[in-house]
């Protein structure tokens, strides 16, 4: 991917569902490398972006395009040159570790050597060498979850989005999980990221929050601080999601 062009451009990206706007005239550039944290409170519209941007819903209006490609013209040229993690869609429970990975390195159309390189270099480094024939279903989440992110990135994809994929762990486990976030970072992946949890929003390069399907704001993290006066994102947060007439927290 030519490292000038932004990973992913929004211009006015809206979807409604009838008169509803789920999406309302989004709005962003995010670079190559960047990790993106997609804020929002239950409702906000985050999942429906996601949806568009990765080619699975078809906005009502505005423009996008990811790696370089357009959602209305290019979703299946999108489809191949991202990794999608979520909480809802990840790893096949009753298929073992090795399974799992062949059968994904196979939809992403990897060659079987390459695949088998890559799931001992993935199991070596996530120590689940030994978990190699079990079934997912019996690993705890904290491991599945990394294992849904490298499974996400075997293909090594331009962008990678996640959608709360730590979510139910404990904050030790999701800090080994954004050390992994970090290293694809390292060789150019660019991370599109939605999270429940404040402090992972403090990681990110850079953050929008989105209220009743607008984004209310984005910047850095010590930017928004300093803009709202605040000592952490939480605070920001809270101030905007304050207003929302969608979330019921
Ligand atoms: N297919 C659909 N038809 C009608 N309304 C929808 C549809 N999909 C989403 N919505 C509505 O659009 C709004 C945004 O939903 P979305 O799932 O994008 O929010 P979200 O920010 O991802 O929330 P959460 O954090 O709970 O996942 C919600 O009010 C939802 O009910």
Known sequence: MDSTRPAIKTRNLT???????????????????E??????????????????LIGLLTPTSGEASVAGFDVFTEAEAIKNRIGYMSQKFSLY????????????????GLPMETVKAKADDLLKTLQLSDARDKR??????GWKQKLAFSVAVLHEPDIVFLDEPTGGVDPITRRQFWEQ?????????????????????????????????????????SGL?????????EEVFIELARGADR???
Request: charged share 25%; net charge negative.
């Open 136 to 141: 997912i279903g019996s690993l705890p989440l």
């Open 15 to 33: 979807r409604k569902f009838g008169d509803f706007s789920a999406v309302d005239n989004i709005s962003f550039e995010i670079s190559k490398g």
């Open 93 to 108: 429970a009753d298929l073992t570790v090795w399974e799992n990975i062949r059968l994904y390195g196979g939809i992403y």
């Open 181 to 221: 976030i970090y290293e694809v970072t390292e060789g150019g992946t660019t991370v599109f990221v939605t999270t429940h949890y404040m402090d992972e929003a403090e990681y990110c390069d850079r953050v929008s929050i989105m209220v009743d399907g607008v984004i209310e704001a984005l910047d850095t993290p």
């Open 247 to 249: 979330s019921q927290n």
């Open 35 to 52: 990790i993106f944290g997609f804020l929002g409170a239950n409702g906000a519209g985050k999942t429906t972006a996601i949806r568009m």
């Open 225 to 233: 601080k300093e803009e709202f006066k605040a000592d952490n994102i």
